[in-house]
Structures are given as C-alpha cells and as structure tokens.
C-alpha cells in the first residue's frame, strides 16, 4: 500500500513539475514573441513609410538576432545543452552571405542552428523557408512574416514565384544572409524513411541510404542558381557550407525524432545534452548544373500544369550532385553513430598524430557552452524596454 501511495505521490508531483514547466515556457515565449511583434509594427513600421527601407531591414536584423539570444536564454533554462562543432565552421564564421544545407532530424533542428549562428556572430542573418499558413499565426509566424523569412505552399505554380522574388530582393537590396535549407522536405522517421525509399525505387536509384532521406532537388537547386555570384560586381554567394547535424544518447535503433520531441526538451528537460554539428564548405564553383546556358531554361515555364514541376537537364544534373551530398553526409552519420563523434579520436602516437594535425588541425572539435553573454542580457532587455516604452505612448495618445 505505501509503495502505491509514494508512487502516486511522486507521480501526481511529477505532473504538476511538467505543467507549471509547460505554462512557464509557454509564457516566456509568448512574452518575447509579443515584444518582437510590438516593436516591429510600433516602432519599425513606421520607418517603411518614411521609405527609409535600409535603416527598417538594419533594425529588424537587431531584432533578428535579439530573437537569437531570447532561444539561448530559453534553452539555458529548459534544457541546457553545448554545441560541438568540427569541419570548416572556421570559414563558415567568416561568411556574412551563404547558404546552409542541413539534414533534418528534429522539429528543432532550425533552433540549434540559430544558436550555432548566435555564438558565431551571424544570428542576426538568419533566414528560414516555412509552410505558408504559419505566417497568420500570432504572434510567432507575424515577427517570422515581418523577419521577411519566406513562406513557401509547396505548390510549385505559387512557390516559384515567392522564391524567384525573395532572391531577386536579397541580391537587389544586398542584404546579408544565412538561409537555412532542409533539402529532405520533412523529419526522419519510419514513416517518412518508408516514404523516401519507395519514390527512390520509382526513380531507379539505390536503396543504400539509412540515416537521412533522398533530398529533393528543385527548391535548393532555385536557391544555388539566383543566388550565385555571376560576376566580380554581382552581390551574390561564391560558397554553400553543408551542415550534418547529430545528437548525443541517440540509440543505434532509433531516429532522434523518436527520442527528442519538442515537449521532452522543453517541458520535460531532456533535450540533447549535446548538438553536434559537421561544418563542410562547398564552392559553387564545383557544384554541377549551376551554369548559364541554353540547357540551363527552365522546362516548368511550358509546362500544360504549372503545379507539376519539369527538371531542365542541368537541374538533373545538380540533383545527382545532391544525392551524391547526400550519401556522404549517410556515410558520416554512421561514423557518428559507431564513435559518438564527427572527427576521429587523436592518436597516440607521435607520427600518426601529426598526420591527423595535417589532416585535421584546422577541423578539430570546437566546444560552444550554451549559455547567455553581456549582450544577449543587453539586447533581450533593450527589446523589453522598447516595448514598454512603445506601449506607454501608445496608451498616453488613445487616453
């Protein structure tokens, strides 16, 4: 009977941790996300009308990175994690334009990159492609729709259109980016793994991948080929940098998906104590398919159904290099998964490490402890007093 009721007991407190947890975190988000809305409509917005455009797109970027530092605040509460980065993350940091093609394993997985950028000085460049409908939602999918990230239907006759615009407008305007691409389209999961290998056989290709699934081609391909430098003057990229993210206490049998669900980082605390993230850069100069000639016209213009999506030659072409991406960066999960890291342990022995110092010196494991500096305080309590200064006045006109 006693062992009942001390079961009972913990699992009625047990409870009641998890909701006072949930409503806490909820309320710190919904009070952050409020405060970035409130500053962008009542105080940014206004700059649009006086058509000063750049001063507008300079403040949003503070905001941008403010909404950075708010998620290291957030996870140093709920669940505190360190980021290990290895690869080229040395020449990633030097980059203020480029684009990032990541393997997709969490709902989160964007928020950990985010903080990746935050720590490396880039959280204020940060542009993501998401699902039409979110942007109606208040107040997250307004400051995201204000953040003039890009919101795609996957629809092929709408999409083209919106991401042809958003790369005209970063190129004109010479803004600064760090777009985020998730070339799968969606989690690894059972199903999902199911789902990619059945349109692989459709198509004829290998069944060989275990860890991530076939990448689509068309949005990333869209991405590469506006965005590109064309010339010594043209305010385009020259590098694309491929993330391979992984997460520590996986089990070889499981996808992260089944282990860290939003609600287990947040609300239970038992996120990834550790985010491992591969850093490879890629010159777009070695990228196939990406060249302007008469097979590069794109077949959809024709098409009798502008929903169904026709690949040129060249995007073919660029679509078995992404395959190709993608079975190296399968090839470096299963290392992660054997060694519990993306760079082979140092050696012992004096010659061979200094192999592994030629081969890995400048790509060696660099640690980033999660946790907020003097700026993230400042920034976070700059944008609360903004918003309360802004409020204030708003008050004092309508009274």
């Known amino acids: 009977m006693s062992l009942q009721l001390n079961h009972h007991y913990f699992h009625t ?3 009641i941790l998890r909701i006072s947890r949930a409503i806490c975190f909820a309320l710190l988000f919904l009070i952050a996300a409020v405060s970035i809305v409130s500053v962008q409509i009542l105080v940014l917005l206004p700059f649009l009308f006086l058509h000063s455009n750049k001063l507008y797109r300079n403040l949003n970027m503070l905001l941008i990175a403010t909404w950075g530092s708010c998620m290291v605040f957030f996870s140093n509460i709920f669940s505190p ?3 290990i980065l ?3 993350h040395l020449d990633l940091a030097a980059r203020s334009n480029t684009i990032l093609l990541s393997n997709h394993q969490l ?4 928020w950990y990159i985010w903080i990746m950028a935050r720590y490396l000085n880039k959280h204020s460049l940060i542009r993501i492609i998401l699902k039409h409908d979110l942007q109606f939602h208040f107040p997250a999918g307004w400051a995201c729709k204000l953040f003039e990230f890009i919101f795609v239907k996957r ?30 389209g969606t989690l690894v999961c059972d199903e999902t793994k199911e789902r990619s290998d059945k349109f692989a056989t459709k198509q004829g290709w290998p069944i060989d991948l275990k860890n991530v699934l076939y990448p689509k081609t068309t949005g990333t391909y869209y991405a590469c080929k506006h965005l590109r430098k064309k010339s010594q003057i043209d305010t385009g990229i020259d590098t694309i940098f491929d993330l391979t993210v992984a997460y520590s206490d996986v089990p070889l049998s499981k996808y992260a998906y089944d282990v860290y669900t939003p609600t287990r980082i947040f609300v239970d605390g038992l996120g990834p104590r550790k985010v491992f993230i591969h850093v490879d850069k890629v010159p777009l100069d070695a990228v196939p398919g990406l060249e302007d000639n008469a097979d590069a016209v794109e ?6 159904d502008k929903n169904i999506h026709t690949a040129s030659k060249n995007e073919e072409i660029f679509g078995q290099w992404l395959r190709d991406r993608y079975h190296q960066k399968d090839q470096l999960m299963d290392a992660f998964l054997q060694n519990g890291s993306f760079i082979p342990i140092e050696p012992a022995s004096l010659s061979e490490r200094e192999i592994y110092e030629t081969q890995y010196g400048m790509k060696k494991e660099y640690v980033i402890h999660v946790v907020p500096k003097w700026d993230d305080y400042f920034s976070v309590g700059l944008m609360l007093l903004v918003t309360y200064s802004a409020w204030k006045v708003v008050f004092y006109i309508m009274c």
Not at 157 to 177: E, H, M, T, W, Y
Not at 299 to 304: F, G, I, K, L, R
């Open 299 to 304: 077949m959809d213009d024709t098409a009798s």
């Open 13 to 15: 407190m047990n409870t």
């Open 155 to 184: 629809k092929w006759s709408f999409d083209r259109n919106v991401l042809l615009s958003a790369f005209a407008k970063i190129k004109q305007l010479n803004l600064p980016f760090w777009l985020i691409l998730f070339p799968e």
């Open 81 to 83: 994690f360190d980021i």
């Open 107 to 110: 709902y989160t997985d964007w």
């Open 86 to 88: 290895s690869g080229d």
